[in-house]
């Protein structure tokens, strides 16, 4: 189900909580959130949808098709290529802001079927799953 995005910045400021099975339903309506918006936005938290779980959905073109993808739980535990970069949020208001980004990443994660994944990202797709690992730590760029 489509949802309402979130724009109160001490609500996206709190720290989201693990996710679990419960929460698989909220993870299907993050998807549809961000398909939605396909127009104006590659990836969301959801927090940005009102809700304090560690999930994230996002557009994936690190494989050969984009593809949507969600994960439970993200983690990134190595980063390597650090450099500067600019970027917006649909649920901030306002021009793009400075933020610290890394050219590669190692995220572990659990999949919609609860599986532990380990799998490096780089690139804009990196990029993205760093923006929205960082709504999860309630880090605002």
Known sequence: MIKNLMHDP???????????????PVAQDLLDTLIAHKDSCVGMAANMIGVR????????????????????????????????????????????????????????????????RIKTYSGWTAQIIQHEVDHCDGILI
Not at 79 to 86: H, I, L, P
């Open 10 to 24: 001490i609500f996206l400021a709190g720290k989201s909580e693990i996710a679990t099975k419960d929460d698989l």
């Open 53 to 116: 779980k560690r999930i994230i959905a996002f557009l994936d073109e690190s494989g050969r098709a984009s593809t949507y993808m969600v994960m439970l739980n993200p983690e990134i535990i190595k980063k390597d290529g650090a450099y500067n970069t600019e970027e917006g949020c649909l649920s901030l208001l306002g021009a793009p802001r400075p933020c610290k980004r890394y050219k590669s990443i190692k995220v572990k994660y659990q999949t919609m079927e609860l599986q532990t």
